[in-house]
């Protein structure tokens, strides 16, 4: 089955059939991802959850948004999930909640919350006035400084990449390594004037996708050579990718706007 993050709620595909699972407020489901305990964890604007499937197989919602104090209770869109053993943060720009032994911890930015994702093993967080922190027995700890990341950096992706290092993709300054608490360009060759990445894949080895706001996805190599490059020129209804995520079968999903493709 293939689980689709939508504007009108979950999309489950099955191979022949869609089906649709709504938020109970019926807003845009921003973020999923599943846990190890089978539970698809989901957040949408001003809610955030988790589908579970009954004896037939259809996915039931329970909200986990009443488990907040009142005070914390609106929020914006959560815009990413990430999952570490059996514990979950949902990040919103105003507040990251950790859902772990069915207890809420939240988490308010004196700023704004920017992206959220791991590294080395840790749940990392982009705050925009203390740069890249990391969290660590309940604190938000600083990982990199603010002063020490060029000016307007944002986050969009991070995915590993050898040891002690992952390859970070950027709103504006295109993929870094961020290698412990320290982070280097990445030279991507031959498109080095596309800044604004979205998302990256990790093929094999040796191959990564790499996905842009404007020019479609590219296939490259771990020292930054491109071998592919598909766009709305050769197959894709947008250029704008949003996500992706390759199976098993090797077969690559790409999230576009307001479409689908299948790669192959």
Not at 157 to 171: E, G, N, R
Not at 199 to 208: C, E, F, R
């Amino acid at each position: 089955r293939i689980y689709v993050a939508n504007n009108e709620g979950l999309l489950v595909y099955n191979g022949m059939n869609w089906q649709l699972y709504p938020v109970p407020n019926k807003t845009i489901v921003r973020s999923i991802a599943f846990g190890k305990d089978g539970k698809l964890y989901a957040g949408a604007q001003n809610e955030f959850g988790y589908y579970t499937s009954d004896a037939s197989g259809r996915l039931i919602y329970t909200s986990l948004k009443n488990l907040l104090p009142s005070s914390v209770r609106t929020f914006s869109d959560i815009w990413n999930i990430e999952l570490i053993d059996q514990e979950v943060f949902f990040m919103a720009t105003d507040i990251i909640i950790h859902y772990a032994n069915n207890k809420l911890n939240y988490y308010k930015s004196g700023s704004s919350w920017l992206s959220l994702q791991k590294h080395n093993g840790k749940i990392i967080a982009q705050e925009s006035n203390r740069g890249i922190l990391f969290f660590d027995k309940g604190r938000w700890e600083t990982l990199i400084t603010q002063t020490a990341l060029p000016a307007g950096f944002l986050i969009t992706d991070a995915k590993p990449f050898s040891k002690d290092t992952s390859l970070v993709s950027t709103s504006g300054h295109g993929l870094y390594l961020m290698i412990q608490n320290s982070i280097r360009p990445f030279q991507l060759n031959t498109i080095n004037s596309e800044k604004f990445l979205t998302s990256i894949d990790i093929l094999d080895g040796q191959y990564l996708l790499v996905g842009t706001y404007n020019s479609g996805l590219f296939k490259i190599d771990r020292q930054g050579n491109i071998y592919d490059h598909i766009s709305a020129s050769n197959g894709l209804i947008s250029n704008t990718i949003r996500c992706i995520f390759t199976g098993t079968d090797g077969y690559t999903w790409v999230g576009l706007d307001n479409s689908l493709a299948l790669v192959d």
